[in-house]
T-cell receptor, first 112, second 110 residues
């Protein structure tokens, strides 16, 4: 039973357009959410996070939105660049435990 | 700063062989983790260590053992490898929520 779901295995976007990656969770105890980016043959790298006390967090071209009532978060990349092509993992953790539960990932391809 | 290092990068084992995957971090993090990544399955936690001297099972611990040798090092041992353990293994460390990952070990068990 997946507690963190990324329902789109892949996403294709044109360079310069917006990429929107989605993530749903079922555990209402989750209160901290993270996005990781992974290139082939490398380990994941932390991208951006958000606490449940916020509904938006922005870092340059990357913005994460959290909708607690819908148990949904999304990562927006604007504008998308070919170097953003990677697998993106959503992760969630509950208060007091720093151990995240990961989604299965979404493969983003940004076409030049 | 090397961050998180893992050895070896690649390994091929025969069924029943044993091996130890090594992981070290130089960021003075208390927590360390071992994950496996399989196609379409995301990252699944095998074992973790919240601090030096403690280890706990994650989601998929069967067939593995771990040792937190000191604050820097966290090793993963396969006592009797099985084809189902063919995977990419990632070690990570964290100060709190954000995890820092190593480059991975690609293990094939034939």
């Amino acid at each position: 039973d997946q507690q963190v779901k990324q329902n789109s295995p892949s996403l294709s976007v044109q360079e310069g357009r917006i990429s929107i990656l989605n993530c749903d969770y079922t555990n209402s105890m989750f209160d901290y959410f993270l996005w990781y980016k992974k290139y082939p043959a490398e380990g994941p790298t932390f991208l951006i996070s958000i606490s449940s006390i916020k509904d938006k967090n922005e870092d340059g071209r990357f913005t994460v939105f959290l909708n607690k009532s819908a148990k949904h978060l999304s990562l927006h990349i604007v504008p998308s660049q070919p170097g953003d092509s990677a697998v993106y993992f959503c992760a969630a953790a509950s208060g007091g435990s720093y151990i995240p539960t990961f989604g299965r990932g979404t493969s983003l391809i940004v076409h030049p | 700063n090397a961050g998180v290092t893992q050895t070896p990068k690649f390994q091929v084992l025969k069924t029943g062989q044993s091996m130890t995957l090594q992981c070290a971090q130089d960021m003075n993090h208390n927590s360390m983790y071992w994950y496996r990544q399989d196609p379409g399955m995301g990252l699944r936690l095998i074992y973790y260590s919240a601090s030096e001297g403690t280890t706990d099972k994650g989601e998929v611990p069967n067939g593995y053992n771990v040792s937190r040798l000191n604050k820097r090092e966290f090793s993963l041992r396969l006592e009797s490898a099985a084809p189902s353990q063919t995977s990419v293994y990632f070690c990570a460390s964290s100060p709190k929520y954000e995890q820092y990952f190593g480059p991975g070990t690609r293990l094939t068990v034939t």
